[in-house]
T-cell receptor, first 117, second 110 residues
Framework: GAVVSQHPSRVICKSGTSVKIECRSL??????MFWYRQFPKQSLMLMAT?????????EQGVEKDKFLINHASLTLSTLTVTSAHPEDSSFYIC?????????????FGPGTRLTVL | KNEVEQSPQNLTAQEGEFITINCSYS?????LHWLQQHPGGGIVSLFM???GKKKHGRLIATINIQEKHSSLHITASHPRDSAVYIC????????????FGAGTILRVKS
């Protein structure tokens, strides 16, 4: 199947710093990218949906100024956690939706574990 | 009531056993995904279905649109199959957003 990569896979930062997470679709064009976060033993929670070249749509309760999403190209989306605090520590997962061989499909990245000290 | 129900929540099997995980949903869907998440977090997309049956190696996924039900089967299970298996569905009224089941924690013992 298609591949979605995320970088970094793990990041530890100090409180107050900003962290950027990249999500790339490696062999297809992702018209839509989704960003999720997951707390231990819980299901994925959708944070925002972004379409290439337009502003992201955030889910209720997700601060758009805190979690900046940029989807500048059909293969790259970035999530920036601004002024990170310990409560932002979580597992962040992106997913890319695009046309792959026979039709539209959606693939997940491996995730980024963020720890804010 | 959750829109996507998975069963069982937990499953322990002996190596070599045939495993079935079930997923039911409430209304018509656009597509259904089966995902695998290993300890450590990374999610792997196993299948995307809108009808019929798909097979990849020892994994088989089926979907019955009329009954609003899908199954994921693992043949000749192995300890490396131990993971959380998640059913996720796109409903037309939610566009392309996925609605996730709670997941099934599978442990295969050697």
């Amino acid at each position: 199947g298609a591949v979605v990569s995320q970088h970094p896979s793990r990041v530890i930062c100090k409180s107050g710093t900003s962290v950027k997470i990249e999500c790339r679709s490696l062999d297809f064009q992702a018209t839509t990218m989704f960003w999720y976060r997951q707390f231990p033993k819980q299901s994925l929670m959708l944070m925002a949906t972004s379409n290439e070249g337009s502003k992201a749509t955030y889910e209720q309760g997700v601060e758009k100024d805190k979690f900046l999403i940029n989807h500048a190209s059909l293969t790259l989306s970035t999530l920036t956690v601004t002024s990170a605090h310990p409560e932002d520590s979580s597992f962040y997962i992106c997913s890319a939706r695009g046309f792959w061989i026979w039709g539209y499909t959606q693939y997940f990245g491996p995730g980024t574990r963020l720890t804010v000290l | 009531k959750n829109e996507v129900e998975q069963s069982p929540q937990n499953l322990t099997a002996q190596e070599g056993e045939f495993i079935t995980i079930n997923c039911s949903y409430s209304v018509g869907i656009s597509a259904l995904h089966w995902l695998q998440q290993h300890p450590g977090g990374g999610i792997v997309s196993l299948f995307m279905l809108s009808s019929g049956k798909k097979k990849h190696g020892r994994l088989i996924a089926t979907i019955n649109i009329q009954e609003k039900h899908s199954s994921l089967h693992i043949t000749a299970s192995h300890p490396r199959d131990s993971a959380v298996y998640i059913c996720a569905v796109t409903f037309p009224r939610y566009g392309n957003k996925l609605v996730f089941g709670a997941g099934t924690i599978l442990r295969v013992k050697s």
